[in-house]
């Protein structure tokens, strides 16, 4: 879809064309000047500087020639080495102009003539002026006056001509580019002017079209537009716009219609006004009732989360004595623990006893059959010392007290063995209890293990009970805070309410600054 052009388009597009011509203009201008300027440039530095140098090396040529032939009329050395010196000078100013003519730019014709003059220049140097300069040197004046009768006589006109021919060329090409440049710049002047005038004939041809555009996509003079505006902005809308400048997509037909949009707008925002000022009134005393329930709804929350808070207090209560009681039960598992390991100990112990008590009954034993045999040895020693007679009554008197010592020994040992048995049997009884009161230990070892076990999962289960009502006791403290969240909500959207109620009525006010037409149907 082809949009229409804006005015600024329009504007642009014009004074672009013109703004485009003129810098076309500019341009060629500066391009006309550069060529001029390339063109002077070019006549000084390849012509007028060239002929400066190519004079100064005629110049050095010439004065060469004139030095040579002094030097032969003044035969004396100081006045030879002065004149060669000077000779020596020319030569490397004249090498340093030659050089710096052949870096300028050469025609085609220029440069065959340069390497004629090279040819030249070469053969009189060679064969005129540098065998004189030598001579010279040897002090030999007739050679050198020889010389420069005959080479250098004949050799001169030769060089002076080609160097003539140089410098008259640089005058033709000078003469020529003035020419072209010149003929080149009137018809760029020409070019220039007509430039102009074509941009002076865009320029009032588009500024007619821009100012015939301009005023039919207004569709009225400025300063109609103006009172239409004028009164539209006052809230008159009741003004009738002129058929005949309502012409289709100007800038009067839009105000008509925008006339007709705001007319239907105000009847409209006025209707809405009362609406919204009955929904107002509704939703204020929807919000009191909303309000007073939120509140009790708060209190009740709030009587519910100190219960859960006793309940969360009483749980922990709980699980920590749960911990205390875990904590003694492991103490007394410990207790128990070593208490077995001791019975353990003393019955290990109670049964070496009962093996000494056995050994020792044993070596009683052995006692008793020695006290045994002794008797009856002392018995046998009696008898011998009967039958010995008086030589035999001291071994008889020894005899019977080794017989009474046997005899108590055998008692004591026959005791002793008594103590001894019924030691055993003690030691026996004692083993019995403490292998039974082991026995016991290890089962209030079972006991308390599991009753330290069973005291665990309940400790486990307080705490996690402990975490659930904590849990729960988190969420009602939440559901209290959004509950009084949800009181200040509904108090802010009664306040909301009553405001939008005083700026329906304060939009009733603003709208009845218009001036509306009965609305039609």
């Known amino acids: 879809m082809n949009r229409p052009m804006t005015v600024t388009q329009r504007l642009g597009l014009g004074f672009g064309l013109s703004l485009a011509l003129m810098l076309l203009i500019a341009v060629f201008a500066w391009h006309s000047l550069d060529e001029s300027n390339a063109a002077m440039k070019s006549i000084y530095e390849d012509r007028t500087v060239p002929m400066g140098q190519l004079g100064e090396i005629r110049y050095l040529v010439a004065r060469d020639r004139f030095i ?5 009329h003044n035969p004396t050395p100081a006045a030879t080495e002065r004149h060669l010196a000077e000779f020596d000078a020319n030569r490397a100013r004249a090498r340093a102009e030659w050089d710096a003519y052949m870096a300028t730019y050469l025609t085609p014709e220029e440069a065959k003539l340069a390497q004629r003059q090279i040819v030249d220049m070469q053969a009189y140097l060679n064969q005129g002026l540098m065998p004189a300069a030598e001579a010279l040197r040897r002090q030999d004046y007739d050679s050198a006056r020889q010389v420069l009768a005959t080479q250098v006589a004949a050799l001169a ?4 001509q080609s ?6 060329l640089q005058v033709t090409v000078a003469k020529e580019l003035y020419e072209t440049a010149s003929a080149q710049n009137a018809r760029q002047l020409w070019l220039i002017f007509a430039l102009g005038t074509a941009s002076g004939a865009l320029a009032i041809v588009t500024t007619l079209w821009v100012t015939r555009r301009i005023t039919r996509q207004l569709g009225a003079e400025p300063h109609e537009l103006a009172a239409v505006a004028n009164r539209i902005a006052s809230g008159d809308l009741t003004l009738q716009a002129r ?3 309502a012409v289709e997509g100007s800038v009067m037909a839009s105000m008509q219609a925008m006339r007709q949009t705001l007319n ?11 609406c919204v000022s009955t929904a107002s009134g509704q939703i204020a005393q929807g919000n009191q009732d909303l309000s007073a329930r939120t509140e009790a709804q708060a209190s009740s929350l709030q009587q519910t989360a100190a219960s859960m808070e006793e309940l969360s207090s009483t749980v922990q209560s709980t699980a920590s004595n749960v911990q205390s009681a875990q904590r003694q ?4 598992m410990e207790v ?11 019955v290990s112990t109670f049964a070496g006893i009962q093996q000494a008590s056995r050994r020792i009954a044993d070596i009683i034993g052995v006692i008793d059959g020695i006290a045994f045999q002794t008797n009856i040895l002392a018995l046998n020693a009696a008898v011998e010392a009967a039958r010995a007679g008086e030589q035999g009554r001291g071994f008889a008197v020894v005899a019977a007290e080794v017989r009474n010592l046997a005899q108590r020994s055998a008692d004591a040992a026959r005791q002793i063995k008594q103590l001894i048995t019924e030691s055993v049997e003690r030691i026996d009884g004692g083993s019995a209890l403490i292998a039974g009161v082991g026995t016991t230990i290890g089962d209030v070892v079972s006991r308390v293990d599991g009753i330290s076990s069973l005291i665990a999962q309940i400790a486990l289960e307080a705490s996690e009970q402990h975490a659930g009502v904590s849990q729960i006791d988190g969420a009602m403290q939440q559901l209290d805070q959004v509950t009084q969240q949800n009181a200040a909500l509904v108090e802010e959207a009664a306040a909301a309410a009553a405001s939008l109620n005083q700026q329906a009525a304060a939009l009733a006010e603003a709208v009845a600054v218009f001036k509306a037409q009965p609305a039609t149907a």
Do not use: F, I, K, Y
């Not at 006109?157 to 002076?160: E, G, I």
């Not at 160097?163 to 008259?168: G, H, Q, R, T």
């Not at 128990?336 to 003393?346: D, F, N």
């Open 68 to 72: 040579l032939n002094e030097a032969t």
């Open 157 to 160: 006109p030769a060089a002076l």
């Open 163 to 168: 160097l003539s021919e140089l410098l008259a």
């Open 243 to 245: 058929q005949h400048a």
């Open 264 to 274: 239907h707008l105000v009847h409209a925002v006025r209707q809405g006004v009362d």
């Open 329 to 332: 039960a492991s103490e007394a």
């Open 336 to 346: 128990v623990q070593r208490t077995g390991e001791a019975m353990r100990g003393v």
